[in-house]
């Protein structure tokens, strides 16, 4: 994935790092990276998944009303 943030005219370095951290955010690359430095056993990972699928349907199930 290459993200691409250069400096605007007139504009401070203090908002290219916030953009810079912005767009890293909406991208997922430091959530994968995270996510990537431990061991899942297939358990766990199963597990991880099921919440995760939870998660999903509990909040779509919130905005269809």
Do not use: C, P, W
Request: glycine share 4%; proline share 0%.
């Amino acid at each position: 994935m290459a993200l691409d943030v250069s400096l605007h005219d007139g504009e401070s370095q203090d908002s290219l790092v916030r953009r810079f951290q912005r767009a890293i955010q909406m991208e997922g690359i430091l959530r994968e990276a995270k996510a990537s430095q431990t061991f899942l056993s297939k358990r766990d990972a199963a597990n991880l998944k099921s919440r995760r699928a939870a998660r999903r349907k509990r909040l779509g199930r919130q905005y269809t009303k």
